[in-house]
């Protein structure tokens, strides 16, 4: 094997990998797991074929001991079908705010999505966007294992604020505040020390860069 074929071969490889490490799709999980908390192993299942990968062996915290403040998200836009259901739910995009009410910096902070504190959590669930924001955690307990959306809120310093956008999806009626329609609430937590998975934006630049090489060096 020549040194130039060698070298395709690894460019082609770090393409290979580029195009397996990114989610191509989004992926709705309803909390379907264990007493209504986190997800169903067969929904876990799927996300990793899809690309979000596990977050494993990492202890998580309240939100409430770390601490943060998490006010009402701002609703951005909403779909509401006349007869919401599974198969046919209402959809909605928030816009969620977090600030560190602590004193300490948060490093690779990561939002945990434990339990619907409102609706059926069967019915109730969040559309994960690609990219490597959003990711399960794994946590086996007794003969159970949970696995809990998480999205990545990064370093945030003492009174720093995180923002996300979150993508909701309910099966069944909303709720009304005189004519307000209000979207599901949460018990959440929160880990620190994942940092966000960019293999991506890694292998990129270098297979580009091997790619162009031996391009030059063949012309």
Not at 1 to 8: E, H, K, P, S
Not at 9 to 16: C, E, G, T, V
Not at 94 to 110: E, F, I, K
Not at 160 to 176: D, I, K, R, T, W
């Amino acid at each position: 094997m020549t040194g130039r074929t060698r070298m395709y071969r690894i460019a082609s490889a770090l393409l290979l990998a580029l195009a397996w490490v990114t989610p191509a799709h989004a992926l709705t999980v309803l909390f379907g797991g264990p007493g209504g908390f986190g997800v169903s192993a067969s929904s876990a299942g799927a996300a990793e074929s899809a690309g979000f990968s596990l977050i494993s062996d990492v202890p998580i915290f309240p939100a409430d001991t770390v601490p943060l403040s998490i006010p009402a998200p701002d609703v951005l836009g909403s779909h509401i079908p006349s007869s919401p259901s599974v198969s046919n739910p209402i959809t909605a995009t928030s816009q969620w705010n977090v600030t560190n009410g602590g004193d300490g910096d948060l490093d690779d902070a990561w939002l945990v999505f434990l339990k619907p504190l409102t609706y059926t959590p069967s019915t109730t669930g969040i559309d994960l966007q690609p990219g490597g924001q959003w990711r399960l955690v794994e946590v086996p307990v007794g003969k159970d294992t949970y696995f809990y959306p998480a999205v990545f809120l990064g370093d945030i310093a003492p009174d720093g604020v995180s923002s996300f956008l979150m993508h909701h999806v309910v099966g069944e009626a909303l709720s009304q505040v005189g004519d307000t329609l209000v979207l599901p609430q949460y018990q959440v937590g929160v880990l620190t020390g994942v940092p966000l998975p960019e293999p991506a934006l890694a292998l990129l630049p270098l297979s580009v860069a091997l790619l162009a090489g031996l391009r030059r060096r063949k012309v």
